[in-house]
């Protein structure tokens, strides 16, 4: 019995219990919401009424108290709170009746709702309310208000992934509706992803180009070419496209010929440069493509293409010198400060090693001033004081000091031509190369110059005139230089050291061209080396310059190309053995993908890293000797390519800020882990992947470095301080390096690089930056990143290229510098001094409004320097800037519509 009386209470428990939550819901409701939830339930109730009239006036109802309650999202509207319970059964009701007579007005008014009701009552991977909303009626979706269309994007998107196929007509018309709603509503970014993700980005450009106006076009490009550094090839130079497309549409040219140089189309560039009729415009354009190296063959107006070929650059880099009044030359000496170290320490005596220091640090110093207080002052005498190729180097110095003044250059440096040591003679013939850097002359003296000692019997002076044509004719393409050298690439009887600056040389002149003549060439040349030589492994192991720069020379033709050098890469995987074919398709790889921040290629360059070959032991038999000697060729193999595939991962990731970030933390394991070779390549990595941006962790990593036990870590990280440093003037830098050289002081060797490194962090007093990136780092320059590659391959053998005789190869450098400056002109080209902000940059993207794109922010008047992660705007809106980004030289026209306050 009193088991029954237990269940009995339990019942009765029971029931109060939910009559007492169903009294605290409705007591939580207001008199009003109680009133319109019953309200609605009696329209449900209605619109499933056999008679249709009855039927369509409750429909009516509920759709009208549905679209009034949308209107705002501030929180769940009340209709759709108080329907959602009835969802299913109206769902049934639609299912079972409305099917047995199609069609009718009631049939897709029920749909219209309940495709509304679906966006919060379907299963979260169900389209029920896209396919109710393609049974309802015509009506612009946006009538359901904004949540409603997003819930219609993200259902469509899972449509289309399911299908995989065309959009279907109906889909279409969809999409074509939601894109202008969205685009009007200041959802810019929202409209852009639903377009990429049923990929009618490319092939229904109209629907994205119908909408972009004035007011939106910045929104829109600015969006779509971000996300291009997100979507596999070839969507983003699809993506791109499109980008370029709409800043040709609203007539701003500077804009879309960035996007097109980002892209590496020359067609599209000479098609935006020729469709503008703008003539200031033209002229920003000319100096657009100054910077990346690009001159157009077609332009016949003298002054469009005087900008193009750069000649404007040593003057408004002297003007700039002259407003900042750096102009006076320095001395070494000024550079190390020995007043501030350790007093006990011995002076340094007049050696050849510290004379060459000091001709290098006199060259990165005082480069492009056209002045110094050493070798242009009392000529001779300075020269002189070196040896051999330290002669070479002092007399090519001349070339750094006056780089981009071919006019006045040239005939400071014709005294040298003549001079009756080789080796002057072969650093003059450089230096006419060197003046000549990323600078065209329509005369092209450096070609006449340098063309009768090509084929020189003295090697220095012809390795002076190869080295001399690749730094003057670097991303030209010259046709005359291929003829010359090609030649000496395919000849087996030359020396080796001739054939591997030849082959750097036209893999310079013809940057990222795809030639395949060359390619063949170097792949013959590579073979035939390696057969003559018993082996290409003894070659790599006897011959540093060729193991270097033949494979780089190789890489440098498909730089940025991704997949156009798959074909090479089997045919030096086929032909090509041992370390050289190894280090050929590393090398390949990396310069194929060098800042696309391809993640694959990435996994694929540390999977080589992570190797660790079994070394020889020393206590090994007779009979294992010859299993020993293959070990230690494999051993060999895998150095060199790890090596390579370290810079390679730097390679990859620089310039894209993520994957920069990462390939640091990457950088770290690979030092604790990883074997000797990898460990040698970390150092100069991280120099390349912050060239001229002195970030605090990897100044402090490289720091810790510089003491390392193994002497090439140490010697690559002390190279590597100056790279992160060049022409920053880093004052925490200058004080470590200044430590080393007290350290070192001892060490010749070390010394010699502690004064380079040096020498670039003060490189031009601190006025130019060495970062291939540019143009707020979307545009790569990729005869700079040659540059820069030359010396850090070169300074993967240290002891065998940089410390042995061809230290000349350091100028190399000049390639990459560029005056960090904003040079603001009128529109005929005169100085325009105006006051400019500069600040730390800010990402903008998909930000609503005109968020401020430059913070902690100091007002200068032009020109200005510009240090890296800086960006530059105008004051004031007298004047609007007729370029994209605030750098380099800028083009200002009058404001019509300013007024003075």
Same mark, same amino acid.
């Given at each position: ?424 003679? !072969?650093? #003059?013939?450089? @230096?006419? &190369?060197? %003046?000549?850097? $990323?600078?065209? /002359? *329509?005369?092209?003296? +450096? ?52 054939? !591997?600056? #030849?082959?750097? @040389?036209? &893999?310079? %002149?013809?940057? $990222?061209?795809? /030639? *395949?003549?060359?390619? +063949? ?52 995987? !086929? ?5 050289? &074919? ?11 993908? +060098? ?59 620089? &310039? ?246």
């Amino acid at each position: 019995e009193s088991k029954e009386v237990e269940k009995g209470g339990g019942k009765k428990n029971d029931v109060k219990d939910s009559k007492k939550k169903k009294d605290e819901e409705m007591g939580e409701l207001s008199p009003e919401d109680l009133e319109k939830k019953e309200q609605l339930e009696m329209l449900v109730e209605r619109s499933q009424d056999p008679d249709p009239v009855i039927q369509k006036q409750a429909l009516e109802t509920i759709r009208s108290e549905i679209r009034s309650a949308t209107a705002s999202m501030t929180s769940v509207p009340k209709p759709l709170k108080f329907l959602r319970p009835l969802y299913p059964k109206m769902k049934e009701f639609f299912f079972e009746k409305f099917f047995e007579m199609p069609d009718s007005e009631n049939q897709v008014f029920m749909a219209d709702v309940l495709s509304v009701l679906a966006m919060t009552m379907a299963d979260e991977n169900s389209t029920e309310s896209l396919d109710f909303k393609l049974m309802g009626s015509n009506d612009a979706p946006q009538t359901w208000g904004h949540e409603y269309v997003r819930h219609l994007c993200s259902e469509i998107r899972r449509e289309y992934a399911r299908s995989m196929d065309e959009l279907d007509p109906a889909l279409m018309g969809l999409v074509k509706e939601i894109v202008p709603f969205l685009m009007s509503s200041n959802a810019e970014p929202e409209a852009c992803d639903l377009l990429m993700e049923v990929e009618c980005l490319s092939t229904h450009p109209e629907i994205l180009a119908d909408c972009v106006d004035e007011k939106n076009f910045e929104r829109v490009c600015l969006y779509l070419t971000s996300c291009s550094n997100y979507v596999a090839e070839p969507e983003d130079a699809q993506i791109l496209n499109t980008a370029c497309s709409l800043y040709r549409k609203v007539k701003k040219y500077p804009q879309a010929v960035r996007i097109a140089l980002r892209i590496g189309d020359m067609d599209l560039v000479e098609s935006i440069y020729t469709s503008c009729d703008d003539r200031v415009m033209k002229k920003q354009l000319a100096f657009d493509l100054a910077r990346q190296n690009v001159l157009l063959e077609g332009e016949s107006d003298p002054e469009l293409e005087n900008i193009m070929m750069n000649t404007k650059l040593s003057e408004q880099f002297l003007s700039l010198a002259k407003d900042l009044e750096v102009v006076e030359a320095k001395t070494p000496e000024d550079i190390y400060k020995l007043h501030l170290l350790d007093s006990r320490q011995p002076p340094q005596h007049d050696s050849a090693r510290v004379n060459l220091a000091s001709t290098f640090v006199n060259a990165f110093v005082n480069m492009g001033f056209g002045n110094d207080k050493l070798v242009l002052d009392d000529y001779a005498r300075w020269i002189h004081r070196n040896k051999e190729h330290g002669m070479m180097s002092a007399s090519a110095s001349l070339g750094m000091i006056l780089l981009w003044d071919v006019d006045g250059g040239l005939s400071k440096i014709d005294k040298h031509m003549y001079s009756g040591d080789d080796h002057v003679k !072969a650093g #003059a013939l450089m @230096a006419v &190369g060197i %003046v000549s850097a $990323g600078v065209r /002359n *329509e005369c092209d003296p +450096a070609l006449a110059l340098l063309v009768e000692h090509v084929d020189s019997p003295k090697r220095p002076i012809r390795a002076g005139a190869i080295c001399g044509l690749g730094l003057a004719y670097a991303g030209t393409q010259n046709e005359t230089v291929l003829e010359l050298l090609m030649p000496i690439v395919a000849d087996a009887a030359t020396n080796p050291n001739t054939v !591997a600056f #030849a082959a750097l @040389a036209l &893999g310079l %002149v013809y940057v $990222g061209s795809c /030639n *395949e003549e060359i390619s +063949a060439t170097l792949i013959q040349a590579m073979t035939d080396r390696a057969e003559e030589g018993g082996g290409s492994d003894e070659l790599a192991s006897n011959r540093h310059l060729p193991q270097r720069l033949m494979p780089l020379a190789l890489g440098l033709l498909f730089l940025g190309k991704q997949e156009k050098s798959e074909v090479v890469a089997e045919s030096v995987t !086929a032909m090509v053995g041992g370390t050289l &074919g190894k280090a050929c398709s590393a090398t390949l790889k990396a310069c194929s993908y +060098a800042g696309t921040g391809n993640v694959l290629k990435i996994q694929e360059f540390l999977s080589v890293c992570g190797k660790h070959p079994e070394a020889a032991r020393p206590d090994e038999t007779d009979e294992s000797a010859a299993k020993s000697g293959e070990q230690k060729q494999a051993a060999e193999q895998i150095a060199m390519e790890q090596g390579i595939s370290v810079i390679g991962i730097a390679m990859v990731s620089m &310039g894209e800020e993520l994957g920069a970030e990462m390939a640091m933390r990457a950088f770290g394991h690979l030092l604790q882990y990883g074997d000797a070779p990898v460990r040698r390549g970390v150092p100069l990595a991280m120099g390349l992947v912050s060239v001229s941006n002195p970030q605090l962790m990897v100044v402090d990593t490289l720091s810790k470095l510089t003491h390392d036990a193994d002497l090439e870590v140490a010697q690559g990280a002390i190279l590597s301080l100056g790279l992160v440093g060049a022409g920053t003037n880093n004052s925490r830098i200058a004080a470590l390096l200044r430590q080393l050289s007290s350290y070192y002081h001892k060490d010749p060797q070390q010394l010699l690089l502690v004064r380079l490194a040096q020498g670039l962090l003060h490189a031009a007093k601190g006025l130019v930056t060495m970062n291939p990136f540019y143009s707020e780092n979307l545009l790569l320059n990729p005869i700079a990143l040659g540059g820069l590659l030359t010396v850090l391959f070169c300074s993967l053998d240290m002891k065998g290229i940089i410390l042995g005789k061809f230290h000349y190869l350091l100028y190399f450098l000049s390639l990459s510098s560029r005056p960090r400056m904003v040079f603001t002109v009128d529109e005929d080209l005169n100085p325009l001094p105006v006051n400019i902000r500069v600040g730390q940059a800010v990402d903008t993207v998909g930000q609503a409004g005109h968020p401020k794109t430059i913070t902690g922010f100091q007002t200068h008047t032009s020109p200005v320097l510009l240090a890296a992660g800086e960006r530059a705007e105008l004051a004031t809106e007298e004047y609007l800037p007729v370029a994209s980004v605030l750098e380099g030289c800028v083009i200002l026209k009058k404001n019509p519509d300013y007024i003075e306050e």
